[in-house]
C-alpha cells in the first residue's frame, strides 16, 4: 500500500489548477491517514484559487503556493497511529481504522498565551490549517481535502459521524460549526435584550452556502423571523424552502435604502435583533449596521479575506444604536460535534441534503470552483461521497 501514489488538486498558480500524484505518506504513532469522502468548497477557497499567495484572517495565515486545499474534510480512518487514536478523538473511545470523522479545519499548538486562556477558540497565536497555508511542496504533501487521502496531522482533533447521519449532511459540519459558535457569542442576556434570544428577528447578509447554514442554525435555535437577503433568486427559494425565511431580492430591491427599509417593514420599524454577514464582501457591512436595531448585534463571519475599504459610521452606526459587533473567524471545536448530532436529530425535519448542489472527482477540481461561484449553485464537494 506504501507504494500506492494518491491523486491531488493542486492549485500552482491563481486560477490555475493541476492534478498531480503524491507517494502514500508513512504513518507516526501521532499522526493518521484518511480516505477522502468528500471536502466542501468554501467561500475562501474561492478567494485562494483566484488570488493565489493572499493573507488570510488569523495570525501566519499567509497562503503558499502550490497549495492542495479544502478545510471541510470528511474522511475514513484508512490508518492512524497509536497515540493519535486516542489523542485526536474529541469524544469516546480511541478512533479505530474503517471510522467515519470529520476533521476540525484549524491545528491549536496549546501552549500559547490563546490556547491556555481563550478556552475553545481557534485563535492559537501558532496555528495551522488543513487547506490553506502549508504548501504541498512540504513532505508528507496532502495537507488539504482536494485529494484522494489525507495526511492527519499531530494534534489534530477529529469527530466521530454518527453512523445515521448521510455522508451527504456531514460534510456540512465546518459552516454548521462556524454558524454554531457564532450564534453562541451572540447570545446574552434575554431580560435585559442584548444579544440574541429566541423567538428574535435574523437578517442574513448573502445566503450562499455559509449563510444558509446560518439560516438553519437559527431555526433550529430558535428564532422568530429569519429574514435572507441575496441577488440569486435560487439561493433566496432556497432559503425560503428549507427555513420560511422572508426574503429580499437585489433584484427587486436594488438600492441600499430600499432594503434597510423592507427590514424596518418586517420587523415592525425597529430593526432587526441579530444581522450576520455572510457575502465576503466588506462593502455589506454599512448596510448590515443600518439594518440592525438599537442594542442589536452584528455578526461578521464572510468577509475574512482582506480586500478592499469599507466606510461606516461609527458614530451613527455603532456608537448612538450601541451596537455589539462580532468577528467570527473559526469556532470552538466542541462545536464540529456539537453540530453533526443536531443535524442527526434535524434530518427528519430539515433537509439538510439539498444544499449539497453538486459533487466532483478530484480531476475535475477546476470546474467544481467555477461552478461553485455561480449564483444557481449550493454547497459545491470533491469526492465520491462514498
Known sequence: MKHEQVKAAVLVAPKKMETRTFPTPEITKDSGLVRMLGSGICGTDKHVYTQGEIRLGLPGDVVRLPIIMGHENLGVIEE????????MVMEGPPLEVGE???????????HCYNCRNIYGFPWCLNHTSYGDVISCDTPPHLFGGYSEKMYLLPKSDLF????????????????????????GRAYQSPITKEGLSPGDSVVIQGVGPLGLCNALMARMLGAGKIIAVDKS????????????????????HPKYSDRVAR???LTDNIGADLVIECTGDPGVMSEGLDMLRIGGTYLV??????????????SRQILAKNARIIGVSGMPHQ???????????YRAIIHFERMITHQFDVEEATRAIEISMSPDSGKVALGSMK
Do not use: H, W
Open 301 to 314: 463571519e464572510g468577509a475574512y479575506v482582506e480586500d478592499a475599504d469599507t466606510r461606516i459610521s461609527p
Open 100 to 110: 467515519r470523522v470529520y476533521i476540525a479545519a484549524d491545528i491549536k499548538c496549546g
Open 233 to 252: 433568486e435560487y439561493r433566496l427559494r432556497l432559503a425560503r424552502e428549507l427555513c420560511s425565511a422572508e426574503v429580499i431580492s437585489l433584484n427587486e
Open 80 to 87: 492512524i497511529g497509536s497515540e493519535a487514536a486516542k489523542a
Open 263 to 265: 427590514v424596518n417593514t
Open 335 to 345: 462545536a464540529y460535534g456539537r453540530v453533526l448530532k443536531m443535524m442527526d436529530a
Open 160 to 183: 466521530r459521524v454518527p453512523k445515521s447521519l448521510p455522508n451527504e449532511i456531514a460534510l456540512l459540519s465546518e459552516q454548521m460549526a462556524v454558524a454554531y459558535g457564532a450564534f
